[in-house]
């Protein structure tokens, strides 16, 4: 790369924390070079975990696409919203009535988790925005009731993320237009995150892990989140841009705000001294 933004790490983390979408794969391919990163971290037996922003699926179905994209993947090293949903209001509002508008994954896990889910606006206590393409005028009203006419539920929501962005420029409107509804219609504000950048999530990818936080590296495609993440917590970080960001977003940003690291390629996490031993060229995938 020509520009003077790029620069990867000369040694390696005690762990590694990945975006999934635009950093390890786009769309249905994994990006260059992530299946060999990956490996190579787990030959040296270095945590390695992935995170998502995104509600509408199940742990398990992280577990699946990963191994069928040729990267073996256990539901432990998976973390996303559904998740953090879960676990946050298990420990915040255990006896909580819940009106998540929410698509199957996340309703199933609230369910399972033994929450009583209502579409009952004088029963409920907290609303939960989220990705949801069966949204409508009904859930809308159903929310707006609950906060606004009785005046009993708050509003959390599963991730900030404006759009989920697809191959080939497309995306589908994500959360926050949800969110956004809810609260121009009653005037709330929005009260807990459990997505990136929120420290909910970065707690819970981190459970487990004998590490400290600032020898971790975050590894993702977006500024707004999963860096933000990183600088929040102290963590180091590393943007690829092989999704969201552009080498203009990030010379945009003032110094305290820019990414650690800047990577063309995620396999360049492997400091490049290795490569040579690794008989690592950069036309291979
Ligand atoms: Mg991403």
New binding site residues.
Partial sequence: MSHGLVSSPTEFASAYIF?????IYLGSQLLPGAKRLIEELRRRRIPVRFL??NPTRDPDMYVKKLTGLGLPTGLDDICNTVVTTVRWLKQNHPDAVLFPIAEEPLCRALTEAGFELSDDPSRIDIVIASYDRTFDYHKLQVAFDAIWFHKRAILVQTNPDRFC?FPGGRGEPDCAAITAAIEACTGTTCQVNFGKPSPVMLTEALSGLDVDVADCVMV???LQ??IQMALDAGMKSACVLT??ASPADIAALDEAHRPTYVLDRVDRLIPARYWGELGWSEDDL
């Fill in positions: 975006d999934l979408d635009g950093t998502s922003n962005p993702g495609d977006r989140t999963d999704g969201e």
